[in-house]
């Protein structure tokens, strides 16, 4: 390999500094470049450090349903709501219902255009920030009595995911540099592993909680039910801590819920909660050593398992 080889080039472009970074005694800027997208500030003031990545986790999710009516919340970079609805007026009612206290100055995010109703209902809520591909001008004009920050989206969301870019951190023991995380599941891979076979509606509101676990902080368990996110767990050490979380959030609307693991399953107490949580069907990594046992564990309490083949962490 040669020298140029062995270079990384990034040219960027200093767009301004920010008022601070993620906390006020750290100073920050704003750089563009090829791999930024197209968006307007129709309304709010200067943007912060913690807008904007909050702003970039909120679209990132939002480009897995770009099109079907969808609406995301977002919180300090995690997912904290997510629903699928038959329009984005009944996606918001349900996205609220995760977690309304975490969603509580907040990222708000939606696929389709937001008219005057669902304006007045955002209005009516403390959220930081408003993202969709655009607006109607009732919708905007009621907006402008709140002091919320409401952004278009110029780029489509369909074409969100060419605009992520390799993650880079700098670190002291060396620069670190990845491509992002854009897998998708792959169908041959994509498998029933359990004699308990789940029913297709079983199988669509896996395949949406899965999408959500992809983008929530490891180690994830997403549960969700009519594609609907009814409760998280994130960031934890261990995954049954994360399991235990989801199902708290979820409390008695776990019964015949789905759950989606952002990395493979490996302890049997997992399978434990998620039959004590009734939980129907569950979609993970697998290829774990412990496959065999968490696969006779789970047709123990008749709960279906779908393993994808693919992990996706996030730290």
């Not at 934890?236 to 989801?246: H, L, M």
Request: glycine share 6%; charged share 25%; aromatic share 8%.
């Amino acid at each position: 390999m040669s020298e140029k080889e062995n270079l990384y080039s990034l040219e960027i472009e200093k767009s301004s500094d920010l008022k601070y970074g993620e906390n006020p005694h750290q100073k920050a800027s704003i750089y563009k470049s090829d791999s930024t997208i197209d968006y307007e500030i129709i309304q709010g003031e200067e943007l912060s450090y913690n807008n904007i990545t909050d702003m970039a986790a909120c679209t990132s999710i939002l480009s897995e349903f770009y099109d079907v009516c969808a609406c995301i919340i977002v919180k300090h970079n995690t997912p904290c709501g997510a629903a699928l609805g038959t329009s984005i007026g009944d996606a918001w009612i349900k996205a609220t219902d995760c977690d309304p206290v975490s969603m509580f100055g907040g990222t708000v995010g939606f696929t389709q255009v937001i008219n005057e109703n669902l304006a007045k209902q955002l209005s009516e809520m403390v959220v930081t920030t408003i993202i969709a591909p655009d607006y109607t001008p009732k919708a905007i004009s009621l907006f402008q009595k709140t002091n919320i920050n409401i952004i278009k989206l110029n780029t489509p969301l369909s074409e969100y995911k060419n605009y992520r870019s390799d993650e880079i951190k700098i670190t002291p023991f060396g620069t670190l540099i990845q491509e992002s995380d854009k897998g998708e599941l792959n169908t041959e891979n994509f498998k029933v592993v359990t004699k308990t076979k789940p029913t297709q509606e079983m199988v669509e509101d896996m395949i949406f909680a899965w999408k959500i676990a992809k983008h929530a902080k490891s180690n994830a368990i997403v549960i969700a039910k009519d594609f609907k996110v009814i409760g998280i767990g994130q960031g934890q050490t261990s995954r049954i801590d994360s399991f235990e979380v989801a199902l708290n959030k979820a409390c008695d609307g776990s019964k015949e819920a789905v759950a989606a693991s952002d990395g493979a399953i490996s302890e049997i107490n997992n399978i434990y909660a998620a039959a004590q949580g009734r939980i129907s069907a569950i979609i993970q990594t697998g290829g774990h050593k412990k496959d065999e046992e968490i696969i006779k564990t789970a047709d123990k309490y008749n709960i279906a398992m779908i393993t994808t083949g693919i992990r996706h962490f996030k730290h």
